[in-house]
């Protein structure tokens, strides 16, 4: 079994803020996915499913971002899993908007959900990293993680929150590389390859006029200059 924790605060206040991607994340998953009705467990929401052959337990924390561990380190005791078989969706300040990169254990980059997690089960979980961008300046930092996506960006987080439930199979087989490389390829597809244009066709040669038959003089000139009948 693979535990798949979305982090964000409970409640509709928070519900689009973008401290909020990790459950946005995997409230995606469980629809596109069709897992079973969200219900209360392990102080948080719980919902199950199977993808990609592998049954997966997602869980949404209710303790608030800060107090994170307490929900997942309960989950992942219960079914007896070892931390490297949870994953985590969280919001990266550090990575550039709709950004995304996935590594197994390092450090917590200042974030209080995985400061939580830490300190309950361990550094060596999987991380899904979402980037929602850096403000620029420390003091902005608090506000904009619990700002909501601006209209402007919203349709670019919608298409990475699709992409990453439609791959999510890759994810839950432990398949990091893969789930990486084909979301990229699908946010970002090739273009078409632009070759030479083709030669413009010669024109066709017109056709060479009719010749016109001799007549009269100088029909008559040239038949005495052959020697014909008509010579004298």
């Known amino acids: 079994m693979r535990l798949v924790v979305g982090l964000g605060n409970p409640g509709p206040k928070y519900e689009r803020n973008r401290h909020n991607v990790g459950f946005l994340a995997v409230d995606e998953i469980v629809r596109r996915h069709s897992f079973s009705a969200w219900r209360s467990r392990f102080q948080g929401l719980t919902s199950e499913g199977e993808v990609g052959g592998e049954k997966v337990l997602i869980l949404k924390p209710a303790t608030f971002m800060n107090e994170s561990g307490r929900s997942v380190g309960e989950a992942m005791r219960f079914f007896k899993l070892n931390a490297g078989d949870v994953t985590v969706l969280y919001d990266e300040l550090d990575l550039a908007p709709t950004r995304i990169k996935v590594k197994q254990g390092g450090g917590n980059g200042g974030h209080n959900g995985l400061k939580s997690i830490d ?24 506000g904009h993680v619990l700002s909501d996506f601006s209209k402007s960006e919203w349709p670019d987080f919608e298409r990475l929150l699709d992409g990453i439930s439609d791959r ?35 024109p066709a040669p017109a056709d060479a006029p009719d010749a016109k038959p001799d007549t009269g003089l100088a029909a008559q000139l040239k038949k005495w200059m052959s020697g014909g009948p008509d010579a004298q």
């Open 168 to 202: 999510f199979d890759l994810l839950a087989q432990g398949k990091a590389s893969d789930f990486m490389s084909k979301l990229a390829m699908d946010l970002n597809p090739p273009k078409p390859a632009s070759g030479p244009k083709p030669a413009k066709a010669a």
């Open 119 to 142: 300190a309950h089960i361990g550094k060596d979980y999987w991380r899904v990293r979402i980037g929602i961008g850096h403000p620029g300046d420390k003091a902005r930092v608090v």
